[in-house]
């Protein structure tokens, strides 16, 4: 059940990003970076490859191209997550100015 509640936000995410125009902040990055650090590996990499799917949809050329870097980031953060404290509200705030 997390993981389809994980699931719809990334899709609500992807919803607001494309409406707003051009987005100042990747919302789609920044949730699987969050959720890559509080979940198990597979559910990082079933949420990469599922936004990677949404991002490719705006632009079919690129198709696959958003998918493999979208689960090389899931899996990435999900394998430096014990080297992060991700307890820490430091690490989102400093996650959210990078973005910029």
Same mark, same amino acid.
């Given at each position: 059940?997390?993981?389809?509640?994980?699931?719809?936000?990334?899709? +609500?995410?992807? @919803?607001?990003?494309?409406?707003? %125009?051009?987005?100042? =902040?990747? !919302?789609?990055?920044? &949730?699987?970076?969050?959720?890559?650090?509080?979940?198990?590996?597979?559910?990082?990499?079933?949420?990469?490859?599922?936004?990677?799917?949404? +991002?490719?949809? @705006?632009?079919?050329?690129?198709? %696959?191209?958003?998918? =493999?870097? !979208?689960?090389?980031? &899931?899996?990435?953060?999900?394998?430096?997550?014990?080297?992060?404290?991700?307890?820490?509200?430091?690490?989102?705030?400093?996650?959210?100015?990078?973005?910029?």
């Amino acid at each position: 059940m997390k993981i389809v509640i994980r699931l719809l936000i990334i899709y +609500l995410l992807f @919803l607001i990003q494309t409406a707003i %125009g051009r987005p100042q =902040i990747d !919302l789609i990055v920044l &949730a699987l970076v969050i959720f890559s650090l509080h979940d198990p590996v597979l559910y990082a990499l079933i949420l990469g490859i599922w936004g990677g799917f949404l +991002l490719g949809l @705006l632009n079919p050329i690129s198709f %696959g191209i958003h998918i =493999i870097i !979208l689960t090389t980031i &899931a899996f990435t953060s999900s394998m430096i997550r014990r080297f992060i404290y991700k307890d820490k509200i430091y690490f989102l705030i400093i996650l959210l100015l990078a973005l910029f």
